[in-house]
Structures are given as C-alpha cells and as structure tokens.
C-alpha cells in the first residue's frame, strides 16, 4: 500500500467552525487530491496540487481552501463548515496526471 | 461532457457464482480506465487499469476486465465469486483535457451464502 495517512480520522464540529484535514504521504509523489464521496455520487474533486504551493479547482471546490507547504503535505480546510460539508473525506496521491492515484483511508467528518 | 457511468447500483449474487459489472464511459477519446474497490469503512483499493494494449486486462483477488471501444465499456469480471467479495466497486477514468479522474457512482455489491 502506498504511503498515505490522513488526520484526523473521524470529527465532529459545528456549523460555522473551521476545520483543517491533513494528508501525509511519504511517497514523493508530485500529485495529491482532496476527494468527497457522499451516496449517490461516488467521489468528487476538490482541489488538487501537482507541486509545492501549486494548487488547482476541482468539481466541488466551494467552500473548501488547500494548501501545500511540503511535498508531503497536504491540508484541506473548510473556513466555516456547513451541514453540507458533511461527507468522508480522501486524499489520494499520483506521480503525473494520469497515473494511477493511490488513496488515504479516508476522514470522516460531521458537522452539526 | 465527460462521465462516467455504472448503471446498477446494487447487485447481489450468490457465493460461488460469477459476476459482471458494468462501466460505461463518455469521452472523446479512449480515457485511462480503472476499477477501484472499496471495503466498508475503508479506502480505495485499485484492482485493476487500462492503458492500452491488450484489451483484456487482468487485475488482483481474480478479477479481470475488459475494454470494449465500440461500446465505450468496460466491464469487470470475476468467473467465482467469494463472501469476502462484498464490498463496493467503482469504476474511473481520467484523460481528454482535464486530466482529472471521473468516478462512476459506484456498484454496491451483496454475496448471499
């Protein structure tokens, strides 16, 4: 399995609060990806990075910030959580583009 | 737009009995395609890709999958399937001008004893 660890595992917060997830992985991989995956609609992106401080929009990016100081850094942070931001949380890792991504075990966030 | 679809949403099947489920992709060109696996209360596990070559393509646990150009799938297969199967599968893909990975949304798959 690919080296990946997300923190923390489970939360909950309330509406209005900030939260902050980790993604680690000691891969070296250029890519990672924030995902949610909530019933009926798999997975969706984020935001991804394919660098150190170079990030992108996903499909469901409102809402959410990231940010990458290190390489194998990646956090994902909701400025004021909503109970729509209520879903599991992955990080996933590639080394370009279209290679194969490689997933975290995942962060289970509720907001109440 | 580019999507991906997996048009069951639940299968059960009985231990011992094959199975396939179905992928089918919309895109304007053949994309990279894959299968992930996913346990309850665990990530993804990929099982399998599809790069090019042979369009036959064999994964991990047993299951393989086969990409269909003229009918834009790619269907995963297991000839005999195991209790410890049950778990929920999804198909991706990722190319054209995104170069982002599109998930279906996902087959949850039962195995009856």
């Known amino acids: 399995d690919a080296g990946i660890t997300q923190s923390p595992r489970h939360k909950v917060t309330e509406t209005g609060t900030p939260v902050t997830l980790r993604c680690h992985q000691t891969e070296n991989h250029r890519y990672m990806y924030w995902y949610r995956q909530d019933p009926g609609h798999g997975l969706r992106l984020i935001h991804y990075s394919y660098g150190v401080k170079d990030t992108d929009k996903g499909e469901v990016s409102d809402g959410y910030s990231v940010s990458r100081s290190k390489t194998e850094d990646f956090l994902l942070t909701l400025e004021s959580a909503t109970s729509s931001q209520t879903s599991v949380y992955f990080c996933?890792?590639?080394?370009?583009?279209?290679?194969?991504?490689?997933f975290g075990p995942g962060t289970r966030l509720t907001v109440l | 737009a580019q999507s991906v679809t997996q048009p069951d949403i639940h299968i059960t099947v009985s231990e011992g009995a094959s199975l396939e489920l179905r992928c089918n992709y919309s895109?304007?060109?053949?994309?990279?395609l894959f299968w992930y696996v996913q346990s309850p209360g665990q990530g993804l596990q990929l099982l399998l890709k599809?790069?090019?070559?042979?369009?036959l393509v064999q994964g991990i646990k047993g299951f393989e999958a086969e990409f269909k150009r003229s009918q834009s799938s790619f269907n995963l297969r297991k000839p005999s399937v195991h209790w410890s199967d049950a778990a929920e599968y999804f198909c991706?893909?990722?190319?054209?001008?995104?170069?982002?990975?599109?998930f279906g949304t996902g087959t949850l798959l039962a195995v009856q004893p």
């Open positions: 895109y304007g060109a053949t994309p990279y």
């Open positions: 991706a893909a990722n190319g054209g001008a995104t170069n982002k990975l599109i």
């Open positions: 599809y790069f090019s070559g042979d369009t």
């Open positions: 996933a890792i590639s080394d370009g583009p279209t290679d194969t991504q490689y």
